[in-house]
């Protein structure tokens, strides 16, 4: 059965940085890739970024110069990094599986509820 | 980047309505349009792949289609359960966009 799981701290201090692991399982992360996507409360959804299954990344360039995407295939874990957050940071972040042009975002996270406040 | 323009942004629905949802892009896409549903509090879910396929355990009465640019989601004979909103994303081009999304509501 295919798995994402996002968790991290629900509540982040501005200019601070945001730590999001998604904790895949029923596929490999050598054989599909696992992109981020957030939701501004009552707002649409917005592509962050990607981490391939080679270990490849790619970013939004609207984000490019705070995100970082990683990843520990030994723990089937992903991992999303963005500083300097502000208020509009806050949002839903889900994480999804993408495995080639038939597979594209068949799976996701439950989502990991971030807020941005002092 | 590639702009999704999607509308209408709100539409209030009967049950039994046939809907359609459009989304216009700004440049080719090809065939590389999904379409997700999202309850409110849970995340998306894929309807269609690739423009116009059911994906798995989707019922019938979700139709895909593409004309040119501009690509639809279509419900026939809506059911309560098809209350949600709706997003696109084409996924030809990095950075890949989603249209705006539309929001269903019952009259």
């Known amino acids: 059965q295919v798995q994402l799981k996002e968790s991290g701290p629900g509540l982040v201090q501005p200019s601070q940085t945001l730590s999001l692991t998604c904790t895949v399982s029923?596929?490999?992360?050598?054989?599909?890739?696992v992109h981020w996507v957030r939701q501004p409360p009552g707002k649409g959804l917005e592509w962050m970024g990607r981490m391939r299954y080679n270990g490849d990344t790619s970013y939004n360039s609207a984000l490019k110069s705070r995100l970082s995407i990683s990843r520990d295939t030994s723990k089937n874990q992903v991992f999303l990094k963005m500083n300097s957050l502000q208020t509009d940071d806050t949002g839903t972040y889900y994480c999804?599986?993408?495995?080639?042009?038939?597979?594209?975002?068949?799976?996701w996270g439950q989502g990991a509820s971030v807020t941005v406040s002092s | 980047d590639i702009q999704m323009t999607q509308s209408p942004s709100s539409m209030s629905v009967s049950l039994g309505d046939t809907v359609t949802i459009t989304c216009r892009a700004s440049?080719?896409?090809?065939?590389?349009v999904n379409w997700f549903q999202q309850k409110p509090g849970k995340s998306p879910r894929r309807m269609i792949y690739?423009?116009?396929n059911l994906a798995d355990g989707v019922p019938s009465r979700f139709i895909g289609s593409r004309s040119g640019s501009d690509y639809s989601l279509t419900i026939s004979s809506l059911e309560s359960e098809d209350v949600a909103d709706y997003h696109c994303l084409q996924y030809d081009e990095y950075p890949w966009t989603f249209g705006g999304g539309t929001k269903l509501e019952l009259k």
């Open positions: 690739r423009a116009a």
């Open positions: 029923g596929f490999s992360l050598t054989s599909y890739n």
């Open positions: 440049q080719d896409v090809g065939i590389y």
């Open positions: 999804t599986r993408v495995g080639g042009p038939y597979y594209v975002m068949d799976a």
